[in-house]
Structure formats: structure tokens, C-alpha cells
């Protein structure tokens, strides 16, 4: 018998990678505990994390390639080697762009982040515009919302020298673990919290004021803050009058959004509207905390997180200490070894429906409209998938996408599991978890760890970019003139290439378990504009966009942060649908789909939970604990019926992901945002009835 070891590695169940002690026994991952000696952790780790053995010994892993051997979808396979795998992938892949075009073949990354530089020159090299990932539905809405206002720089908020802390939508003890410990530092510090969430979230506990607005309304509760913030002279003219443009249009817009009218628009009592205002303007400095997704989840999420950005600006918080400001952070991350994308030559997906997302440099395609493009061969046609970490419930009405993979000429999917979306592809590659793997992380704040490898891969499991790094080799491809070349030459190359701007040698971090700083950091500054121009087009910061302002013929964008209500879109009949829903609000023991699939964290919800207010029950015939028929324009579930009194009446709450009712197949696809294309995951419309049948239903 030999001894446990214990190794320090990450986990990266859900992404952020958190630092861990692995214990190993022969051979085999026994348990996980958070790293004791690291900023993040100090011994702790989530639920998820604490599921490890769970998740790496899991009897879907997919344990070795298998190539499909029955009909598209069927789920039939059969057994192949990595160097049949390899040519298989080279020889079909040459082939589609031989026929139609670089562009027929879709280059997608799931949510894991770690391998997205890599796949995205792979894409480059082999000629594809359509480089796309998760980003489609996360984050890059909220990016394109700030860039449109600030340009480039994306500023977090100063939570060290802040004051008061907004937070917009984000429920951190469920989403955001290693941030919820510098939240509670702020509050222990004796920092002033506003939050902003429709529900009485476990962190707006902790807020001193909690606005609890309808979802989807935020545009118009951040213009009636920016109302107050005017009309009572607390605004920072200075900053306004030197660097802003587009102020005179926006202050007379914002007039008519009164408390009293935000009131009745957003339910959020107008009392408590002048306070938030008031205090953010006036007990700075103040940062603001947004999210990647909520706010933008919505159809008229861009202009609605346009409107909440604004106040940083007009408050003169940006780029302030204790305000919104960029983060020192190293010159170089594995991030900017893929940054070469360019939309300057062929017309990559999404392109013409949403202009204004390449516009401002997202360096990947708009991929929600995936399932039309295949389908319809539109704008031209899609003809392969080289995916990782694919998942259709990812997308509204996901069966839809799923019968569209169908009609590919050759769907290849790298995953862990033996996911429903793999099922559906012609080839299958086995990848390995962060403990089966080593990897350089360049963390926040500009600290660099290395994580070691703790157990064998599990079956013939290889790591992504050691995979991406074959297909390119095998097709022979050359990495773009203005790169390094580096794809060719093994994955120590790799990390010793993603660390060098950071001063740091392979070898060295290796001797420092505990991680260590980077020798070459960007310089902490404050009010880099009084140096440089704002990345827009007026060279200052956009209350009106004259980016948006370019598509207003074409697409009908407006340039300033205006609110149109999503409830009256008129398409929706609300006697048949009274309910609005919102899914995807984050649980702490659930991540998107990846986790159905382990006991310890899904028999809390083994089928769906439609999380409902009392009152509405009573209104509706549905008792707690009832099994239940959800409805939406687009589709139906069933569930379970969970009484919650964290939100208000009128909205339903569903986790997605779920193949046992998906609240996706609730979603319509072409409910979406005209400017991000993010679908309007969290304000669409359904209704709940009681039902006996206990039968899962999709579709
Ligand atoms: N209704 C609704 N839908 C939503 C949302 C919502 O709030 N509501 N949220 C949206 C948002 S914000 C996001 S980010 C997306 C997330 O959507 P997805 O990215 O689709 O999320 P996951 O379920 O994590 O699926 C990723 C897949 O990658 C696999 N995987 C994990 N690690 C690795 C790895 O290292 N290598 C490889 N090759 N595969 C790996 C996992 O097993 C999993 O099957 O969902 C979106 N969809
Ligand atoms: N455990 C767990 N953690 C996760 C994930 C997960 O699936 N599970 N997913 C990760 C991903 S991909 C993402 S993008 C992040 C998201 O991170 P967060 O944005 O923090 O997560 P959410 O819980 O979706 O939303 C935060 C809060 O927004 C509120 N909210 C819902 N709708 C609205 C709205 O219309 N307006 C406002 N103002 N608030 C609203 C919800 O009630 C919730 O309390 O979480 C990440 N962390
Ligand atoms: S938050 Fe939890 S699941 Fe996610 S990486 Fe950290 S420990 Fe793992
Ligand atoms: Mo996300």
C-alpha cells in the first residue's frame, strides 16, 4: 500500500479554477480540499469542487475515440484509435474546405475557457472566420454594452478602497466563490451594498439596500437613478463636461423616468430609488459590480447594462480609486495568444444580424441563430462542427439545434462525458479534467500557479490543447504569419510561450507551489483618460453611441441607452402566458448540464424545481410540492412546484439544463436581444398548471 500524496492542483468543475490539494492513492484521486496557502481558498471549496471523485470517475466519462457506427443521432459507436481519430479529422475537415470554403467548417468551445486561445488559431490557421464559443449567450453582451459607452478598457470595481459597492445582478455565494470573500472583507471594512435583484438572494442579505425590481426592468431603474442624480446636482460636471459625450440628449431623455414612473415600471418603491441614487453618487468613492449574464438575458439587455454603466461616468467614478477601474494584472496572459482574429475578410456567422458585436472587437462569430444557419444554409452552408465541450441546452429550444447537427457532413465533439450532445456527433474525443493535466494559470491580480497533473488520465483522455495542437499537424497547417509558431511545437512550448510576457520561467514557478507573482506587471494607474482617448468614436466616453448610431437605418439601433419594456413586445398573448420566467438564476450545487450527473449534487433536484410564489400558486390551483405542466409560447416541461418567497410574485423560476425538462425548450430561438443576439433566457412568458401526468416532457 502506498502512501496518500497530496498534490496541488486546480479544479475546474465549474471554470474559475480554484486552487486545491488533491489527495492521491495509488494512483487514484481520493478527495479534494481547497489550498490552504492561497488568497482565494484558505481551505474552503464548494460543493461542486467537493464532488471531484464524482466528477472525474464518473461512468459517463467517454474513456477512449469512437467514431459513429449507425445512423446521425442514433448514439451507436465504435471503438478507434487516436491516429485513426486523427486522420479521420484532417482528412474530412480538408475535404469541406476544399468544396465549399474555409468558412463551412464552425470551430465552437464550450464554457470551459483554458483552450479557447488555442482552438481560436487553430481556426485561423485552417482559414475559418467562425470561431465561436459560450460567449454567444455570456459575457460578450455585457463587454459589447461597455465598450459601446468606455471603448476598450473593462473596469471592475475597486472593492479595496471603495466606499459603497453596487452590485447589478450578481448573487456571489452562489456564482462567484473566490469573489465572495473579498465581498465580505468590503462588508466587514464597513462598506455600504446596494443590490440590485429581483429575488431576495443570499447576498442581498447583506446589502443595505436591496432594490428588488422586476426583472428585465433594470434600464429603466438605472435611468431613474441617473433622473435623480441630475435633478439633484449630484453629478460630477467636471468629468461630464470634459469627457463625455452626447450629455444634453441624454439628461433630457432620462427626465421622464421619475421615480414615480420607475415605480410603476420596475415595482422598486420610489423612496428607495432616491436613496440608492443618492448614495451612490453621494457616499463615493463607489464601484459597481456587474455580471456576465442576468441583465443581458434579455432582449433588451445591451441597452438596459448601457443605461446602468452610464452612472459610472456621471458620478466620476470611473477609473478613480475605490471606483470602476482596470486591475493591475500582467502585460500578457494566455488570453492574447489567440487575439489575432480578424472580421475584415470573409463574412463570418452572425455578422449581418449583429453588426454592432464585431464592431466592437469580440474576437469570435455570434453563434445563438447555429440551428437556422445549419439548417437553412444561410447566409451560406455550414457543413462542419469541430467542437469542445459542446452542449445544445446551452441554446434556446435545444432539440432544435440537436436535429440540426444532424445535417452536417461531419460533427466532431471533444468532451468528458458521454453528453447527449456527443451522441449526436460522428466522432467522439475523450478529454481530461484539470486534475489528469498540467496547466499555467495566470490568476487575477496578475499571480501565476502551476498546476500539476495528480492522477493518469483516466482511459486514453487527452488534454484539449495537446489535441488541437495533432489536428493541426495533421492537416499540415502553417500558424498565421504574424504569430509565433507555436501550435507545432508540443504543449511545454505552449506554457513556457503563455508565461513569457509575464517575466516568469516554466521552471521557476514549478519550484513555487504556492504560485507566485508575475515580474511584469501593468502599472497600477488611475485616470488614464487624462492621457489617452476614450476607444470610441468621439474619442470620449458614449452616453450616445455613435456605433450603434451607424445601424440605425439598417437595424434600428438607437444610441442612447433607451428602455423598451420587454412585456410589451405585443407577440405574446399574457391571458395565456400571465407569468414571466426566468431561467438559469445560478444554484451553488448545479452548473448549466454539466453536473445532472452526479448524485451528490443532483438528487436535491432530480427533476425540475418551478420555483413559484404562494400567491400565484393560490391564483393558479398549484400547491407546494405539486407536479407541474410549465407552458411558454414555445414550448412545455414538467416539474416540480417549489413554493419560494425570495422574489416577488408574477415571475417563475427554473434552473436549466436539465435533459428531464429542459427550460430551454421554453425559450423561443428567435427571442433575442437585436443587438447582442443573447436569447432572453431570464424574461419570457409561461404558465404553471397542475398535472398528474408525471411523464417528463420536452418539446
Ligand atoms: N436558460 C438558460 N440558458 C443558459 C443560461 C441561463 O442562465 N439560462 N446561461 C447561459 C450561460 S451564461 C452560459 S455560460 C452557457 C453555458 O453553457 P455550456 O458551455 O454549454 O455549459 P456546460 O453545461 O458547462 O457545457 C459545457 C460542456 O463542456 C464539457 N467540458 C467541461 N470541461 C471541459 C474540458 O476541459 N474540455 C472539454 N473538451 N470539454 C469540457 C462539459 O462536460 C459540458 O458538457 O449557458 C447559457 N444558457
Ligand atoms: N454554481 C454555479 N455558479 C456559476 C454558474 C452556474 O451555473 N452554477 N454559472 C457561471 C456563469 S456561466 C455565469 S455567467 C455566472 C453568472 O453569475 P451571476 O450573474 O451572479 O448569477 P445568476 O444567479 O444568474 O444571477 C445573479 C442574480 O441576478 C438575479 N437576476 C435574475 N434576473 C435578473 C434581472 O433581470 N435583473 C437583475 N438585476 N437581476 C436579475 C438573480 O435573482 C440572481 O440572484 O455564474 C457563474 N457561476
Ligand atoms: S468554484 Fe467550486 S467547482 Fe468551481 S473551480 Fe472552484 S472549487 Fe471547483
Ligand atoms: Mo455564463
Redesign the pocket.
Known sequence: MSETKIVKTTC?TCGPCCEVDAYVKDGKLISVEGSRNTPMQSGGLCAKGVAATQYVYNKERILYPMKRAGKKGEGKFERISWDEAYAMIAEELLRIRGEYGARSTVFYA???K??RPALLRLANAYGSPNFCT??S???QAAALAWRSVYGNRICGPDLKNAKTLMLWSSNLYHSNIPMSKAFQGFKKRGGKVIDVDPRRSVTAHDADIHLQLIPGTDGALALSMAQVIIEEDLYDKEFVDKYVYGFEEYREYVQQFTPEKAERITGVPKELIREAARTYAGNGPAGLMFS???VV?HINGVQNYRAVFSLIALTGNYDVEGGNRTQPGPFSTANEFGQIRRFDGEEAIGQKEFPVWFDLSCDEAQCTLLADYISNEKPYPIKALFA????H????QPEYLKKSLEKLEFYVN????M?E?SRAADLILP????YEREQVHAGMGGRFFFSNQAIEPVGESRN?IEIIMEVFRRMKLKDPAICDEVLGDGYQAYMEHILRPSGLTLEELKSRPEGMMGKNLFPPAVKTYENEKFHTPSGKVEFKSLVLERYKDSHGYEGLPVYHDFRENGAVDRQKFPLILN????KPQL????LYRMSWLNNIEAVPMVEIHPEDGRVFGVGDGDFVQVTSPSGRITGTAVYNVQGNPGVVYIY??NSKGD??EL?GKDYVDPISGF?G??GYFCRVEKTEDKGCIIG
Open positions: 475546474s464550450g464554457y470551459a483554458w483552450y459560450e460567449s449567450t455570456c459575457f456576465a449574464s442576468p438575458h469542445m465541450g459542446l452542449n441546452r446551452m441554446w434556446p471533444a468532451e468528458l462525458f453528453s450532445s478529454a481530461c479534467t484539470s484539449d431561467t438559469g438564476s445560478r452548473f448549466h448540464s454539466r436549466h439544463g427550460a430551454n425559450i436569447p433566457f431570464k
